[in-house]
Each structure stands twice: as C-alpha cells, then as structure tokens.
C-alpha cells in the first residue's frame, strides 16, 4: 500500500515542521503532501523544509483535502489535521482495516493531548475523547481514511465551510462500514483549553443541529475559525 497524508494547514508555522517530520517518519508513508489555505506566516515555507509537498489552495478544510486529494499519487489517502499526530504504527492500522470486507473506510480514536493544562483539569480533556469511541461518524480530526479509488468514488469533501468531515462520515456509511481503530491519534488540545465548555457543546451540539438541517455556513460562524 502507498500512503499518501494530507495535510490541511492555515497558518500553523508553529507545528506544521513538526506535524510534516512526524508523518514522514512512519513506516509505509510514501508521501506527505500539505495544502496550503493561503496563511499569513511561513507555513508554507516550513512544511516544504520539512520535506512535503506543498499545494496552494483558497481555504476552507473540504476544498483544501480535495486539492490534496487530487496531487496525492497513493493509493490510499489519510487526512490529517495539523494538530493531529498519528501512531507509529498507523500504515499497518490503515491496511489492515481497508483489506477489511465491508470496511469501506477507516479512523481512529482520539485522545487529547494538554498544551497548558496540568493535572485534573488535564484529565477532563479526556471527556472530549468519548463521542470518537462510540460515533459510527468519525470527525476531522480522527485521521478518516479510504482507498483513493472510494473517495473519487463518493466525490471527495462536500466544499462546506463546516461540517465537511461528518458530511462525507454520512455518505460513506451510505456505502458500506467504517472501521474505528483501538488505536488513537493524539489531538493537540489548544482549542478545549482556550475555551472548554463552549467548545465541549460545539462538539455535541453541532453535529445534531447539522443533521436537522442548520445550514453549515451558519454553524461556521458560530464556531469560529476552524483552520
């Protein structure tokens, strides 16, 4: 199996270098490609030193894994926020779940890794960690993915400015199973320490209001800039 990872990055110079290196490093990725939404500082610039292969695009997270989508010579595609660090073993996670009958894509669980927070106030992160152990709907930021042949087969991302990630969720299971693995990718933490309880009920809430039919663009704008 080939393994292409992308990227969707908006102005993370801070941890796009590290986010490239860690993804390069594991066994059985064949290629790591970063798409760019048009950032302000030296994301760009960064993650090209970093050894990806850096793809311009306007922004928005759907528009920007499509862009990858499309460059990426896999055959199969991984989508990785930049604040989301894959295990070691990953690519063999990945390969074994896509050989899977019925599986028609793959996640992971997540668990949320404190930047700030320290002691019992860290452990409550972990509460956030629950929606990816019992959703059949995996979110961004669980590394969703499939072979390049289903996501041209399902369209790629819904080009929405929110949502994008529990849209295409929907329309794969349409299709067939998506396995979660036992395993976990680890999640920056940045945003639940910056404001925990709006963003706890963003994570539960959001996705409800979404399925009843709240356009996402008005969600987008509640929520906030996603990256």
Not at 13 to 35: C, D, K, N
Not at 40 to 47: G, K, M, N, P, V
Not at 157 to 168: I, N, V
Request: aromatic fraction near 8%; proline fraction near 4%; hydrophobic fraction near 50%.
């Amino acid at each position: 199996m080939k393994l292409s990872v992308i990227i969707p990055a908006l102005d993370e110079a801070a941890r796009i270098g590290s986010s490239v290196a860690s993804a390069r490093a594991l066994a059985g990725v064949h290629e790591v490609i970063v798409v760019d939404g048009g950032s302000c500082d030296e994301t760009a610039r960064i993650a090209a030193a970093a050894g990806a292969r850096v793809v311009a695009c306007d922004r928005g997270r759907g528009r920007q894994q499509n862009a990858g989508a499309r460059a990426a010579t896999g055959d199969s595609l991984v989508f990785l926020h930049a604040d989301v660090e894959l295990p070691a073993n990953a690519a063999a996670i990945i390969d074994a779940q896509l050989a899977s009958p019925g599986v028609v894509a793959g996640a992971f669980r997540a668990w949320h890794k404190p930047e700030r927070w320290r002691g019992a106030r860290a452990a409550l992160l972990h509460f956030a960690d629950l929606r990816s152990r019992y959703s059949p709907l995996p979110y961004g930021d669980q590394a969703i993915h499939m072979r390049a042949a289903m996501f041209d087969r399902i369209g790629g991302f819904a080009e929405l400015e929110l949502m994008e990630d529990l849209e295409l969720s929907r329309r794969l299971r349409r299709l067939g199973r998506i396995a979660i693995a036992r395993e976990s990718v680890a999640v920056s933490a940045r945003r639940f320490e910056s404001a925990a309880i709006y963003q706890t009920a963003l994570v539960n809430v959001f996705p409800l209001l979404y399925f009843v039919g709240v356009p996402a663009s008005f969600l987008a704008r509640l929520y906030g800039n996603p990256r």
